[in-house]
Each structure stands twice: as C-alpha cells, then as structure tokens.
C-alpha cells in the first residue's frame, strides 16, 4: 500500500474489486432487480431469489455510485449505474411495495413468490428493515437525480417502520426479539431511513419537511447510550431479567454504525452539544470490542448471563466470536469520520488499527471474489449463513464510498449537508 491514503485505497477496492464483481454478476437484465444469493466465498449463486432487503441497498449503492462518478471521485459510468439504479427501483414498485408502506420480504427471480429449496413457498414475512432498505434506495436514487416521483412512497414507508418501531415489537426478521423487549436496531434503522428521507427531501426542494421526525429518531436511537459510553443493544422489559444474555450482550459494530448516522444527523439538524459524548463512544466501543488474542472486533461482547431465549439469543452465543466484514467496515468509516472531522487523535489511532486488519483479513484474493464476508475468531473464511442466504454488497460499498468522499465533505464542512 506504501504511502497511498485511506481514500485512495478504498476507491481502488471499489473501482477494481467490489463494484467490478456486482456489476458483472449482480444485475438482473432481463427480469430486473440484483442477484445477490451467492456463497460466502462469492464463486457460487445459491439461488434466484431476491430479498427485498439487498434490493434496496443495491439501488442505494448505485445511486451514490454514479453520484460520486459525476463528481470525479469514482471512474465509472454513471449513465450506465442510474439505469440500473433505475430498473431495480421498477422492480420493487412493480413487485415489492404494498398500500400502506409495508413490503414484501422476499421475492422470486421475476417478482412472484419465492420458492425454498424443496419447491414450496417460503413464508410470508414482513421486516421493518426489509421495508427501510427499500425507502433508502429510493432516497439515494431521488437524492441523485433530484426527481419528486418516489417521495410519497419514501414518506409512507418510513412513516410505516417509525409508527411500528414507536408502538413496539416491530416485525424484525429474519432474527426476531422476545415480546416486549426493544432492540437497538430497529431504532437506528429508523435513524437511517429518516436520514436518507431528509436528504431526498432536500435534493428536491433545498428543505425536508420531516426534521422533527429525524431529531426524534436521533433522540431514541442515543437513548441506548449508557454512562460509559457503550450501547445497551437490547432493553429487557422485567427488570428481574436483566442478568440474561440478551440484556447483558452488547454490539460494538452496531453502535459504531449509529455514531456516524447521530453525527451526521446532528451536522444536518445543527444539533452539536453531544458531540463530545459521541466521540467518547467511538474509543471506547472499539476498546470493548477489539479481541487482543486474534485482533479484529469480536460481533457480540457481554455474552454471559441466564438465558432468554428465542432465535436472536441463539444467534449471539453461537456468533458472538465471528468476525464480520459490516462490523469492521463501519467502525472504519466512523473512527475515519471521528478522527479527520473531529480531530479526534483516539479514534485516528483506532482507524489505523481496525483498517489494518480489515485490509489483511476480508478481501478475498486466492480464496475468493471480492471480499471474504464470513470469518471465524482466527480470521478464516466461515461458510455459513449470517443473518439472510445472500452475499450483500451494501456494507462495503457504502462505507468505501463514504470514506472517498470524505476528505472532499471535511474541507467544504459539508458532511452529510450536501444534497
């Protein structure tokens, strides 16, 4: 790498690692909408279904893809990334998004009903973040071309997911809580949509008329933030359950993510007086969650306690020592974020850390196309599913991207203003 900076590296894996394997293997063209069911390792797809979830984030990517290729920050193609943009957004209108801002979980090759592996329907299910997804690539791609057609459905379903978050117990799949209990996500989901929503808004008419609903979003997502700086992942309604795991276990990659999402919502909002708090977060997330034997930021810490149970606690004592590319790949982005915007020397110290062993352990050279997402403790490739049977382009790309565009948004202070 020698003497190359951050954002140079990140452009080269976008512009001859990441985009290159999508754009060759994950564009429908003749059904429309992203193959995205390929094995960990990237050389087989698994299947031709399409889950709305990686639908709207492959609209997402592509939309910001062409914005920052008009902008001399990406060598690519933009007409060619906005048609594509383009025909998956048609794909999920015409397919996946129902009255009332719910939408469809996961859809066949052509839009229909998806099929398991014995040829019988998969179920019916609904996710607040399948449905988020789907709003944010329709905001990405209206915050590009600054077109007000997809803003009634951006509206309804952020306003759907916000409403079911509010009155709780959302449909979470494919993990989902115990009744009554609150998760962490479902709130920086929100925070997220209610982001993207505001910056389409402002792309269209230079304002959003929904600030009020991204402070309040902002305010519920911070409302995890414990005294010394980490997240509470879930709140457990019984306060005599508050020695089981799921109440005890915490998500370092998680509240990294939110960081970045509160810090540029403050930036849009002019809500700055908790920065200081923010940033505290950021060092000592990363400290809770960095595993000093193998290096790397473990996927769950706090794993101790009486069980809950349910599919979610399962899934943090049986992963809780994997290595993930989105967890690294966000905590990138935002101790990037904290050290050159904020000048916080902490966190520049923690990038360097966390970028080194990104870089060392999940592209996948010999062993694989693109990046290895799945890995174990020791850093080997895991081949197995996390979360949904899809190798998902989203986290990657996007904090690549932002990572690129960063340097340009720091000189100009327009970080996360810009429409």
């Known amino acids: 790498m020698g003497s190359e900076q951050p954002e140079q590296i990140a452009r080269r894996h976008l512009e001859d690692v ?14 429309g909408g992203f193959f995205t069911c390929f094995d960990n390792r990237g050389r087989r797809r698994l299947s031709t279904n399409k889950f709305t979830w990686s639908q709207g984030r492959f ?33 999920l209108l015409d397919h996946a998004v129902r009255p009332g801002g719910e939408c ?13 592996q014995d040829g019988g329907p998969l179920p019916a299910e609904r996710s607040i973040f399948a449905d988020a997804f ?14 007000p057609g997809h803003l009634p459905v951006i509206d309804a379903i952020v306003q759907r997911i916000a409403d079911d978050v509010a009155a709780g117990d959302p449909p979470t799949p494919p993990y989902p809580l115990p009744p009554g209990c609150s998760g962490f996500g479902a709130r920086m989901i929100v925070l997220n949509a209610r982001l ?15 600030a009020g609903e991204l402070r309040a979003a902002r305010r519920a997502m911070l409302a995890h933030r414990e005294d010394g ?37 403050g930036e849009l909002l002019g809500e700055r007086d908790d920065r200081g708090d923010l940033l505290a977060s950021v060092s000592a997330l990363c400290a809770a969650g960095w595993d000093d034997e193998h290096g790397g930021l473990f996927r769950y810490v706090g794993v101790s ?13 049986r992963t809780w020592s994997t290595k993930l590319w989105w967890v690294h790949s966000e905590a990138a982005y935002t101790t990037r974020l904290a050290a050159e915007r904020y000048g916080d020397r902490e966190a520049a110290g923690w990038f360097d850390r966390i970028w080194d062993y990104t870089l060392r352990t999940f592209p996948g050279g010999a062993d694989g196309e693109e990046w290895i997402q799945i890995r174990d403790r020791a850093g080997a490739p895991l081949d197995e599913v996390v979360a949904l049977p899809v190798k998902d ?10 990572m690129v565009e960063l340097p340009e948004l720091a000189e100009t202070g327009a970080q996360g203003d810009q429409p």
């Open 104 to 116: 469809a979980y996961v859809l066949d090759e052509r839009g229909g009903t998806a099929l398991d």
């Open 134 to 147: 789907v709003a944010m690539g329709l905001s990405e791609l209206t915050r590009y071309t600054g077109s």
């Open 59 to 91: 609209i997402w990517l592509l939309a910001r893809a062409a914005r920052l290729a008009d902008r001399g920050l990406l060598a690519l193609d933009s007409r060619a990334l906005l048609e594509h943009a383009e025909r998956g957004a048609s794909f």
């Open 393 to 402: 382009p989203y986290h990657i790309a996007r904090n690549l991207m932002q």
């Open 305 to 317: 306690g009486r069980a809950y149970g349910g599919p979610y606690e399962d899934l943090v004592r």
């Open 196 to 210: 993207d929503q505001a910056r389409a808004h402002q792309a269209v008419s230079g304002t959003s008329p929904y």
């Open 229 to 265: 700086g980490l997240f509470t992942e879930t709140f457990v309604p019984d306060p005599g359950l508050r020695d089981t795991v799921l109440a005890r276990h915490r998500t370092p990659g998680h509240a990294l993510e939110g960081i970045w999402m509160a810090l540029e919502a």
């Open 18 to 31: 990441i985009l290159p394997f999508w754009l060759e293997n994950g564009i429908d063209s003749e059904h």
